[in-house]
Each structure stands twice: as C-alpha cells, then as structure tokens.
C-alpha cells in the first residue's frame, strides 16, 4: 500500500527514536537493531481489530498479517480467527505459502519470516539490518562503484525499507520486493537471502509493490508505472514499455498465465505476453485497486481501497462490480476454501458471501 511509505519520505525519518550508531573501522556505520523486530508480537484479544494488510491461504487454513507483527489464522473459512506466536513486532506486509505448511511473511524494517507448521509459529530469516550487510558484501565482491556507493547508503541508513510483496514459486526458489528498489531472492527456502537491487534497471531507487514469476521468467511492477522483466531467471532485468504512469500497486498472474497489474485511480491493465503488451481494463471505479487474486477457476478479483469488488470470470478481463457492502479500507483478499471472499482492512478481517467463480 503506498501510504505505508510513500517516495519522498526521508529514508532517514524511520530512524529516529532508534538507538544510536555502531561504528566499524574502515566500513560504514551501522544502525541497532530496532527494538521491535527483537521482542515477540504482543498476545492480546485487541489484535483481532487491528489493521491487517494481507491475506492468503495455506491449504485450508487463511492466515493474515498486519501492524505490530500481528498474524491471525482461521480454520473455519474466515468465520473466527485466533493469533499466531510471531517473533518480532515490526508491520507485515505481505505473506504467501508454497504449501499448507511452509509459508513466509514480510514487511517493515526488512522483516522476512517463515513458518513450517501453517503459521501457528514462525521465525525471522531477515531483517533490514542483515540484509544491507549483504548488500554491502555483493557490491564489493562486483567491484561496481555505484552499487558499492548504494549498499553503503543501506548500510549507514539500516533497517528502514519494508518489503511489499513476496513471491515462491515452490518452497525453495523465492523472492522479496519492497521499499526504494530493494529485492532479494532465495533458493533454499529463505536459509539464505541474496540482493538483486543491483540487477534492476531503476535508478529512480522506485518502489516494488508485486513480483511475480513463472518458470524463468519474473515480472515486477512498481511505482510511477514501473514494469521490469527477467526471462533468465532474474540473472538480467530489462525495463517494460509501461502502458501507465501511475503506481501499480499489485500484480497477478491468472490461472491461465495472463497477468494483471493494478493500482492508482482504478487502473488496472492485463497482459497475455509476460508484460511485452497490455491492455487496458475498464473498472468503472476512481478508487486505488489494493488488492487481487487470480480465481481456482480461471478468471480474477479485484479489490478496491473502499472495498468495492470487481470480478473477470475469465481471462479476457470483463469487470463485474459488486459494490461493498462495508465500505472499509481493504489491503488484502483472499478466497477461503468454502468459496468466501474474505479481505484484510484497517479494521480488522472481514468476510463476504461466496463469489460465483
């Protein structure tokens, strides 16, 4: 969601209040590590009424992320939620499962989380302050001049970017996409981490909002209409021709394989060539586009910022508007096993009649 840190906003501004600078001989100073993603999220009944901004399944079970390093899962189609032991306190962004037991959740100061057992426990892989320690290490083992000067300014900033969006395409090849151009990507299921910033082409340092991937080829989809393309795996990136300006907020990739990007103003724009074209799809709606998820199906839902929802019952991309019906601000949807629409919002988890799919 691009209120959670627009572009512009000092990249120093999360750090205050932090304790102070450690100094390294010969190497930047390095920020502690923040408070919150040392101590354990905080037990309590209120945790069912606070923001949530993703929602995804694992196997049966919808498990939720959201501030203050809230998780929520529910075996009952979204009906009752109950929260899970997360290790750090830091807002999760995003979450994905491979499977109904191995899952990652990420989000503010570079939080990356994993869980084996559905999301009942989890533990931290990452954090913001490891990961421009390896940014540094990459750079200086290219001998880049300006990737060096880049893992630098990580390392001196530290653990101030949030990851927006992950994505595995099995429970070991996985990637991250956040915050000022920061990606990693993981082949071992998270155990290790390696930084990809320096294979974009975005020297705007412009924010990730969705990564997707299939087969070799890797897709990403950011701010100001940034749209990047890898068919090697992520060994190169490439720039897309972007039929958009306006920030994309998420990006999908259909039972059929079409992906659909959206964001800013409704806009939302579908591709059936991994990005090379896209077309246009007419929502109807002048509100941010937050949230999507492809159909088991075929077809996809989209989920507006006041939780208006479209839905294409097929690839083509033909939107059906179903207005809301609780007009609340929606960051997240997914389809519970019984066939709900359950979404995440700033208030909390809510649930919606089954969708015809």
Known sequence: MASLLPHGVSRRAALAGLAGWAACAGLPARAAVPTVLAQPAVITPKALGAAMLAVTRAGARLVAVGERGTVLLSDDHGQHWKQAAVPVQATLTCVTFANERSGWAAGHLGAILRTEDGGQTWRKQLDGIAAAALAMTAAERSGDATAIAAARRLVEEGADKPFFDLEFVDAQRGFAAGAYGLMFSTSDGGQNWAPWNARLPNPKSLHLYGVRANGSTVVVAGEQGLLLRSTDGGAQFASLASPYKGSFFGLLRTRGGALVAHGLRGSAYRSVDDGAHWDKLDSGLPTTLAAGLAMPSGGFVLVSQSGDVLM??????????IPAREPVPVAGAALAADGAL???????MRRLPALNS
């Open 312 to 321: 294409a019952r097929d690839d083509a991309g033909v939107l059906q508007r």
């Open 342 to 348: 359950v979404l995440a919002s700033l208030r909390g």
